[in-house]
């Protein structure tokens, strides 16, 4: 569409490079740079590397294939984070490529459009009432993509959202107000696109042509519609004020997030989930857009919708596992009962996706730095369990899928090559709470979603503030203030490398000590310091680079049942980690953590990148 792009030049990812012996626990970093691998690694060389969107471990061979959907934007925008967490370059060649594709697909309205032509798996799958349709034209009518003279589309539903934010993580980065630019042109098209109702916004259900107009009292989508049409939009346009303070982003944000909250029978008062267009409810459609409603709330300083999205997260978390972070893909609706704070309760099925908990863990973590909670604990058990396992970290298990007898040719839009390798590091699409898969392996929405939520767990480990350095969660993390080693779940115990000085060290002690306890001990360069408690967190005191900090605190096993996706489980948690389940998963049974259950920690060499460069997210 626009061949006359303005050049540009992606800075290289400095940082600081060094080898370090650390526990053999969870590291977010590492699990950073396998997802790199997740992100470049599934994408088509013959077609500007677009990601291919779905992954079929079942097939005989396993394939990877393309479809009408558009999950690439998520990949852009996790991307450059993880790049910033791991400083892997590992396929670097792939984002030049993404965002001068993103460049030559701005259309003359300032819309990001995607092409028809020369992807012949663009139409494929798309039902008479489905995304992308209705297509709204030039003249403000409405056709079908299948029309032969639709050649380029725009729609709401990912693509432009997330091409926001992906823009503006790369203003951060290199400061060129072209990337601004163009997003303030989105924005502007955003709002003439609207149909204002004056106190709240919305679009109709489809895509635009270049220059399409809407019919101004066209239907109002209800239900996963109305999240589709315009709640993917919040975050980006949120993301657009926040960087730029321009304030047509924010007040269009508002009238979405009225829209959804009150006119789009998505949520009711109290923030539940519903869907006035189906019978069946779709966990992350609600989730995410609770989670782009925060982000405005906190830039908008709106209390109201703080405390809605609090309500939201409340209810989503009591129809899922708090003990692993499994929340179901779909819900239904099932009477209530006098126990449940809700008038309604809702049945899960058996399968989740990585989506969810990655919506619930980010929820987790912005409302508790919003000030709105302290769901620091939800966030470090779903970290530690179901978001964790649900991350292809090895592959020699996919060849042991049952395949069927007969294997199956590959079409046009599909491929076998290197199937498995080049998903290393991608995220599960369809998890029971024990199997890494029960369905076909990866639908990539949950690797953009995912890879992204690596980067909020790993940027609030630890934050420093005047003078403050605050330990959030106890797991692994290299960082300019301070290396944070965890001996969890191996030990009650975790070090603290001090590199920058510090008026006040704070760290979270984990939920399973009672606050004030005197179980809690610390030493600092091996000699006691006395510790006061302030809510969880113990102060420390000051500390001076150089100095290590030791924390301990008993940790141990205990053993739960419970009902997960429909199955009644027993598990052995130790600290907040599942190192036993039962029964075992099929395909690829999860928590193979057997070592964990030792007393003694494993350590190993690694080598710990800290990146220059800083983007709160």
């Known amino acids: 569409m626009n061949e006359d792009y303005p050049p540009f030049e992606i800075p290289n990812y400095q940082g600081d490079v060094y080898e370090a012996w650390v526990p053999d626990t969870l590291d977010l970093a590492e699990r950073a740079d396998l997802a790199v691998n997740g992100l470049t690694g599934?994408?088509?060389?013959?077609?500007?590397?677009?990601?291919?969107?779905?992954?079929?471990?079942?097939?005989?061979?396993?394939?990877?294939?393309h479809d009408v959907d558009d999950v690439q934007p998520k990949f852009m925008e996790a991307l450059p984070l993880l790049r910033i967490m791991s400083g892997s370059a590992h396929n670097n060649h792939v984002d030049p490529v993404w965002m001068s594709t993103l460049l030559r697909s701005v259309g003359p309205d300032g819309l990001i459009y995607m092409p028809l032509i020369g992807r012949p798996w663009a139409k494929l799958y798309v039902g008479p009432d489905g995304y992308p349709n209705p297509v709204w034209t030039g003249d403000g009518e409405k056709t079908d993509v299948n029309d032969k003279a639709v050649v380029q589309?725009?729609?709401?539903?990912?693509?432009?959202?997330?091409?926001?934010?992906?823009m503006l993580i790369y203003y951060l980065r290199d400061k060129n107000t072209m990337w601004t630019d163009l997003v303030k042109g989105v924005v502007d098209r955003l709002a003439d696109l609207a149909i204002d109702k004056g106190d709240f916004a919305y679009y109709p259900e489809g895509s635009f042509e270049p220059n399409a107009t809407v019919d101004r009292n066209a239907v109002v989508p209800l239900g996963v519609k109305a999240g589709l049409a315009g709640g993917r939009l919040i975050q980006g346009l949120t993301h657009c004020y926040r960087v730029t303070g321009y304030l047509p982003a924010l007040k269009l944000a508002g009238k979405i997030v009225v829209y959804l909250k009150d006119h789009g029978g998505f949520f009711d008062k109290e923030a539940r989930f519903i869907d006035a267009s189906r019978d069946v409810i779709h966990f992350h459609d609600h989730a995410i857009d609770l989670l782009f409603m925060l982000e405005y709330a906190i830039a908008a300083e709106d209390k109201e919708v703080l405390n809605f999205v609090k309500k939201g997260y409340e209810f989503g978390r009591c129809n899922g596992s708090t003990s692993v972070g499994f929340f179901p893909e779909l819900l239904e609706e099932v009477p209530g009962n006098s126990t449940n704070p809700y008038p309604k309760v809702h049945r899960g099925c058996l399968a989740s996706e990585t989506c969810e908990v990655a919506d619930m863990i980010a929820l987790a973590l912005k409302l508790t730095n919003a000030g709105i909670g302290d769901y620091w604990d939800d966030a470090d058990r779903w970290i530690r369990n179901q978001f964790a396992e649900n991350q292809l970290t090895r592959i020699d298990w996919v060849e042991r899928i049952p395949k069927p007898q007969k294997a199956t040719p590959t079409e046009f839009?599909?491929?076998?090559?290197?199937?498995?390798?080049?998903?290393?590091?991608?995220f599960a699409g369809w998890p029971s709470a024990n199997d890494w898969t029960i369905l076909a392996g990866i639908q990539h929405c949950c690797t953009?979603?995912?890879?992204?939520?690596?980067?909020?767990?790993?940027?609030?480990?630890?934050?420093?503030?005047?003078?403050?350095?605050?330990?959030?969660?106890?797991?692994?993390?290299?960082?300019?203030?301070a290396d944070i080693d965890s001996h969890i779940p191996y030990e009650g115990k975790v070090d603290v490398k001090i590199k920058q000085e510090c008026k006040s060290l704070l760290v979270r002690i984990p939920e399973w000590i009672e606050t004030g306890s005197d179980q809690v001990t610390c030493t600092v360069n091996h000699k006691t310091r006395e510790i006061a408690?302030?809510?969880?967190y113990i102060d420390v005191g000051p500390a001076n680079p150089k100095d290590k900090v030791a924390v301990a605190f008993p940790i141990q096993e205990r053993t739960?049942?419970?009902?997960i996706g429909n199955v009644l489980y027993t598990l052995i948690i130790k600290g907040n980690e599942v190192v036993f389940i039962n029964p075992p998963g099929i395909n690829h049974p999860l928590y193979q953590r057997t070592h964990y259950r030792e007393d003694s920690t494993r350590w190993r060499k690694i080598n710990r990148f800290i990146s220059h460069e800083q983007i709160t997210w």
């Not at 088509?44 to 990877?64: K, L, T």
């Not at 839009?413 to 991608?426: I, K, M, S």
């Not at 408690?533 to 969880?536: A, D, E, F, I, V």
């Open 42 to 65: 599934p994408t088509d060389p013959n077609a500007d590397y677009e990601v291919y969107w779905q992954v079929n471990f079942f097939r005989d061979p396993p394939i990877m294939f």
């Open 413 to 426: 839009y599909e491929t076998a090559d290197r199937v498995a390798e080049r998903n290393l590091g991608a």
């Open 153 to 166: 589309i725009a729609h709401n539903w990912v693509a432009t959202g997330r091409l926001m934010s992906a």
């Open 560 to 563: 739960v049942t419970e009902m």
């Open 448 to 481: 953009g979603n995912g890879a992204r939520t690596l980067y909020y767990a790993w940027e609030n480990i630890v934050h420093f503030e005047g003078g403050v350095l605050r330990v959030n969660l106890l797991l692994n993390r290299a960082s300019p203030w």
């Open 533 to 536: 408690w302030k809510n969880r």
